[in-house]
C-alpha cells in the first residue's frame, strides 16, 4: 500500500513534467539545508542558480511550483523571512496591481484589436509593408496596452485564419488537431506549407515588435513599472528618459524587419498564396455581414475605452492597475458584461504570472537579506563611470536571455537603488543606470523565449505546432532582431554615458 502511495504521490508531483526534471527539483530541495548549514552566502548563490534553472526550464514546468518550492524552503531555512518577502510585495504593489487589472481590462478589447489586426493582414498585399505593419502596429499597441494580450491577439488572428484555410484544404474534414494536416488535398499542401511559413514571419515580427513598443513606456512590461517606481518616473518622464535608447532601437528593429523580408533571410520572406487570400477574404466577407449593429456599437465603445485608457496613461491620471480597473468597469458596463464568470475569464491569463511575480519577491528577499549582489554591484561600480552603464546593459542582457526579464531587472534596480540611497551614486548617474538596466532587460531578450514571456507564450500557444514553430526555430529567427537590437541599444547606450 504504501508503495503504491508513494509511487501516486511521485506521479503527481510537478505534474507531466519528465522524470529528470522532477528529480533535479528534488536534488535541489535537499541539498539546499546543507549548503546554508555549511554557508549561507554559497547557498544563497545556489538558490538563484536553482531558480533560474527553473525559469530556463519553463516549457517543462511552469516556474511557479518548483520555484515556489524553493522559496518556501528559503523562508523555512532563515534565508529570509515572511515580513521582508511581504515588504518586497508591497514595496511593488503597482506592479501587481498592473498585471492583475491591466491585463484583464485589455482581454476586453480584444474584438477591437482582432478587427484592427485583420484588416491589416487581408487589406495589403505587399509582405514587406504587411511585416512593417505588424511590427509597428504591435509596437504601438505594447507601448499602451500589454505586450502578453497584443500576442495573444496574433495567435487569435492566425489561429482563425489557419484554420478556415485548412478546412478548405481538407476538404470540409473535421479536425481539431489541425497540425496533422490530416486529410489534405495534395493539391492544397504546397500552398499550405507556403501559408504556414507566411503566418510564422508575421508573428514573429508582431513578437519582436512588443518587445520593441514595449521598452518605451512604464506600462510596456511588468519590469518598466518596477524601475520607475524605484526611480520615480511618471508616464512621461519615463518615455523621455528611455527615448535616446528606445527610439533608435524602434527604427533599427523596423529596418530589420523590411531588410529580412527583402533578402528571405532566416526563415522570412513567405508570401501569402493567392488561392489563400481568396479563401481568406471571402470567409473574412461572410463574417463582416454577419455583424450586427450591437457588435458594431461594441467596437466602437472599445475605441472611446481604449482612448481613455492612452489618455489616463499619458497624464498618470492614476495609478496604472486602477486606470485598467476603470476599462475593465467601463467595458463591461457598456458592453452587457455583468455575468461573474464572464468576467472571471480576463484574470485567468495574468493571475498566475502575478503569482510568480511575488515568488520572485521571495528570491529577492533572500538576495537582500544575504547581501549576494554587493559584491557584483560593488564591481561594477568600481568600473569608471563611463563604463557603468554598458555593462550594466551587458549584464542584464545576458541574464535575461536565459532567465527571465522581470527578476533580472528586480534583483539589479533593487541593488542600484540602494547605491543611491547610500550615497555612493549621484541622482544622474541612477538615472543612467535605471535606463541601461531597462533597455538591457528588453531588448537583448528576444534572443530567446526564456527572456520574453510574449515569446514564451507564443510557443505554447496552439498555434505554434500549427505553423511548425519550435523553439530553435524561433531562436534562429529571433537572431538578427537580437543582433541588430543588442547591438543598437549598446551603443546608445555607450553615447548617453560619453
Known amino acids: 500500500m504504501f508503495n503504491n502511495l508513494f509511487a501516486a504521490f511521485g506521479e503527481n508531483f510537478l505534474g507531466q513534467s519528465v522524470g529528470w526534471y522532477k528529480k533535479t527539483i528534488v536534488a535541489f530541495l535537499v541539498i539546499n539545508p546543507f549548503l546554508f548549514a555549511f554557508d549561507p552566502f554559497i547557498a544563497g548563490w545556489a538558490l538563484i542558480l536553482e531558480f533560474i534553472f527553473t525559469l530556463a526550464m519553463a516549457l517543462k514546468c511552469y516556474p511557479l511550483q518548483p520555484g515556489g518550492l524553493l522559496a518556501i524552503e528559503a523562508v523555512i531555512l532563515g534565508m529570509t523571512s515572511p515580513e521582508t518577502v511581504y515588504q518586497e510585495a508591497k514595496l511593488n504593489f503597482p506592479v501587481i496591481m498592473l498585471l492583475m487589472f491591466m491585463v484583464a481590462g ?61 478546412r478548405f484544404a481538407s476538404g470540409g474534414h473535421v479536425d481539431h488537431d489541425h497540425s496533422q494536416d490530416a486529410g489534405v488535398n495534395d493539391h492544397h499542401r504546397e500552398d499550405l506549407d507556403t501559408f504556414r511559413a507566411f503566418l510564422r514571419s508575421l508573428t514573429m515580427h508582431g513578437a519582436v515588435g512588443t518587445a520593441l513598443g514595449g521598452v518605451c513606456t512604464l506600462v510596456g512590461e511588468p519590469q518598466n513599472l518596477l524601475i520607475a517606481e524605484q526611480a520615480g518616473w511618471d508616464f512621461i518622464t519615463f518615455f523621455k528618459e528611455v527615448a535616446p535608447v528606445s527610439m533608435p532601437t524602434l527604427v533599427a528593429g523596423l529596418l530589420t524587419c523590411l531588410a529580412l523580408e527583402k533578402l528571405k533571410w532566416f526563415g522570412y520572406g513567405a508570401q501569402l498564396p493567392d488561392p489563400v487570400r481568396s479563401i481568406l477574404m471571402e470567409f473574412d466577407q461572410k463574417e463582416s455581414a454577419k455583424r450586427t449593429p450591437r457588435d458594431v456599437a461594441a467596437l466602437c465603445i472599445q475605441a472611446i475605452a481604449a ?58 528577499a533572500v538576495i537582500h537579506d544575504q547581501h549576494l549582489f554587493h559584491p557584483i554591484t560593488a564591481i561594477l561600480l568600481d568600473l569608471d563611470q563611463n563604463l557603468q552603464a554598458p555593462m550594466f546593459f551587458v549584464a542584464n542582457g545576458l541574464l535575461s536571455m536565459i532567465s527571465d526579464n522581470v527578476f533580472v531587472a528586480t534583483v539589479y534596480i533593487s541593488e542600484v537603488k540602494a547605491s543611491l540611497d547610500a550615497g555612493n551614486i549621484t541622482r544622474e548617474h541612477f538615472d543612467l543606470l535605471a535606463v541601461a538596466i531597462n533597455t538591457g532587460t528588453n531588448l537583448p531578450s528576444v534572443a530567446t523565449p526564456n527572456g520574453q514571456a510574449a ?40 553615447r548617453m554615458s560619453s
Do not use: Q, W
Open 106 to 166: 485589455i482581454y476586453f478589447m480584444k474584438d477591437l484589436l482582432l478587427f484592427v489586426f485583420t484588416k491589416i493582414l487581408l487589406g495589403v498585399r505587399s509582405k514587406m509593408l504587411l511585416s512593417l505593419l505588424f511590427s509597428l502596429v504591435a509596437a504601438v499597441l505594447s507601448a499602451f496596452l500589454d505586450a502578453l494580450t497584443v500576442t495573444a491577439v496574433l495567435i487569435s488572428v492566425s489561429v482563425g485564419f489557419y484554420s478556415v484555410y485548412h
Open 307 to 364: 482612448v481613455i485608457l492612452m489618455l489616463g496613461l499619458a497624464f498618470h491620471l492614476a495609478e496604472v492597475g486602477l486606470i485598467g480597473l476603470m476599462i475593465i468597469v467601463l467595458l463591461t458596463a457598456f458592453n452587457g458584461i455583468i455575468d461573474e464568470h464572464r468576467i472571471g475569464h480576463a484574470f485567468e491569463e495574468a493571475l498566475p504570472f502575478t503569482s510568480l511575480l511575488v515568488v520572485f519577491f521571495a528570491i529577492v
Open 455 to 494: 515569446f514564451l507564450f507564443l510557443l505554447t500557444s496552439a498555434l505554434a505546432p500549427l505553423i511548425r514553430l519550435s523553439y530553435g526555430r524561433m531562436v534562429i529567427m529571433a537572431l538578427p532582431y537580437t543582433f541588430v537590437l543588442g547591438a543598437v541599444g549598446l551603443v546608445m547606450v555607450i
